[in-house]
């Protein structure tokens, strides 16, 4: 299977400090980038889509300014958390889809090992 | 969007026993499904995926049913293991130009050595 790595793997920050959280694709290029968050014993829920080059499609009740992607190459999407609160403490997971010729995408998408955000 | 308890199902096994874990789906345009293992810290594993028109598929000691009337899915896995102690997520995929995934609540599995 693919390789994505996430860093950093946890973090602890400040309450109203912002946070970046980078997602890459090791082994091939990934037009497409997906960023979920988990709360404990809960599911995972889908935040963003972003596509390489263009801005992120959010999902309803996801706040655009405040959880801010920037997909800017085919191996580097990036999630950053502005004005962190403690609510926002979870388990942040992407997922890539890997690009084909001609514009296509594999159905397969492939997880990163998460990182962990603690906001004190 | 689906709601999402705050207790995950469980299901605790022997170890060498077979599981089954079950999932409804909520989509009936969805026509991708996959199941992922995910451990303790760590991000979803994939484990088998199914399209709607298949209705069963096998994988090294797992088997995925779909039964699309009643919009529901199953992971079989013969002789547990220890290792297999996990959450196991549902997904499903209703297509679209971009393959959104919406994850079921998940189910904990425990194996008893």
């Known amino acids: 299977g693919a390789v994505v790595s996430q860093h950093p793997s946890w973090v602890i920050c400040k309450s109203g400090t912002s946070v970046k959280i980078e997602c890459r694709s090791l082994?091939?290029?990934?037009?497409?980038m997906f960023w979920y968050r988990q709360f404990p014993k809960q599911s995972l829920m889908l935040m963003a889509t972003s596509n390489e080059g263009s801005k992120a499609t959010y999902e309803q009740g996801v706040e655009k300014d405040k959880f801010l992607i920037n997909h800017a190459s085919l191996t580097l999407s990036t999630l950053t958390v502005t004005s962190a609160h403690p609510e926002d403490s979870s388990f942040y997971i992407c997922s890539t889809e890997k690009g084909l010729a001609g514009g296509f995408t594999e159905n397969e998408q492939f997880f990163g090992p998460g990182t962990r955000l603690t906001v004190l | 969007g689906e709601s999402v308890g705050l207790h995950l199902p469980t299901l605790s096994v022997q170890e060498g026993d077979n599981s089954i874990i079950n999932c409804a789906y909520s989509n009936s345009a969805s026509d991708y499904f996959i199941w992922y293992k995910q451990e303790s810290g760590k991000g979803p594993q994939f484990i088998i995926d199914?399209?709607?028109?298949?209705d069963k598929r096998q994988g090294q000691r797992v088997t995925v049913l779909l039964n699309k009337t009643v919009k529901h899915l199953s992971l079989q896995i013969a002789a547990t293991q220890p290792g297999d102690s996990a959450v196991y997520f549902c997904?499903?995929?209703?297509?679209?130009?971009?393959?959104?995934?919406?994850f079921g609540k998940g189910t904990l599995l425990t194996v008893n050595p």
């Open positions: 199914i399209r709607s028109n298949m």
């Open positions: 997904a499903e995929n209703s297509g679209g130009s971009n393959y959104k995934l919406t």
């Open positions: 082994d091939f290029q990934a037009t497409t």
